[in-house]
């Protein structure tokens, strides 16, 4: 059996130092916020993050709601010995595990809530179908998938960083991501907002797992 490969947090091993400050700069915790205040997490709510890299949106998730239960996720074990730091050192009491969207490790009807954050365009198309139906898997009746990602929008992505990161890691469009929420089994998935970035056109989906 071949090993399973992942793109880690940073894109390269070297460059998962200046992650963060990168993030930083380009005001990436605006984008985790709004995602926050989509997904309406509420006290006891249990909530995994798929793909969290070094854990910036499921620390600020425990931080806005602290009973919560909060789980991040993620192939890259580099970065998830940053995540448990950074977790440490905020004095938030949650879980970072290794693992990977196409095959979550746990058990059916799991979660209240699953976040992805600018994780999906990475994902080949088999796997991003693999990863939706995981999703659903893991949710509780009435639990909600809250999703943001880069999407080709109308048109080329402007600016030179907008169009490196679309060149590396791709993007798709929003009929893409909502006819896939569709196919895994999600109740009306939806498009609910989108803005332009410095890293081009990023959009919120929402999608509800009603049996």
Same mark, same amino acid.
């Given at each position: 059996?071949?090993k ?7 894109g390269s091993d070297w460059? %998962? /130092?200046?992650y &963060?400050? $990168?993030?930083?700069l380009?005001?990436?915790?605006v984008v985790h916020?709004?995602?926050i ?5 509420r /006290?006891?709510d249990?909530v995994l993050?798929?793909g969290?890299?070094?854990?910036n %949106?499921s ?7 602290p009973?919560?239960e909060?789980i991040?996720m993620d192939?890259d074990p580099k970065a ?6 950074k ?6 009491a949650m879980h970072f &595990?290794?693992g990977f969207?196409e095959g979550?490790p746990?058990p &059916?009807g799991s $979660?209240?809530?699953v ?7 990475h ?9 939706l139906l995981?999703? =659903?898997?893991?949710?509780r009746?009435?639990?909600?998938l809250?999703?943001v990602d880069f999407s080709?929008?109308?048109?080329? /992505?402007?600016? $030179?960083?907008?169009?490196l990161?679309?060149?590396?890691h @791709?993007s798709q469009? &929003?009929?893409t991501?909502i ?5 895994a @089994?999600?109740?009306?998935? =939806?498009?609910l907002?989108h803005?332009a970035?410095? %890293?081009g056109?990023?959009t919120?989906y929402?999608?509800? $797992?009603?049996?």
């Open positions: 059996m071949s399973r490969t992942y793109l880690p947090a940073a460059l %998962l /130092p200046f &963060d400050p $990168f993030t930083r380009l005001g990436v915790e916020r709004q995602l205040e989509q997904a309406g997490i /006290p006891g249990r993050e798929i969290c890299g070094t854990g %949106l620390i600020l998730a425990k931080r806005l709601q009973t919560a909060i991040g192939p998830l010995i940053r995540a448990r730091r977790a440490e050192c905020a004095g938030a &595990d290794q969207s979550l746990y &059916d $979660f209240d809530k976040l992805s954050a600018l994780m999906f365009h994902l080949q198309p088999d796997a991003k179908k693999l990863a995981e999703t =659903r898997r893991v949710l009746s009435a639990g909600s809250h999703l080709a929008g109308n048109g080329r /992505p402007h600016g $030179f960083l907008a169009r990161v679309h060149h590396r @791709g469009s &929003d009929d991501v006819a896939l929420m569709r196919e @089994g999600f109740h009306e998935p =939806r498009e907002a803005q970035h410095i %890293l056109r990023i919120y929402g999608a509800d $797992f009603i049996p």
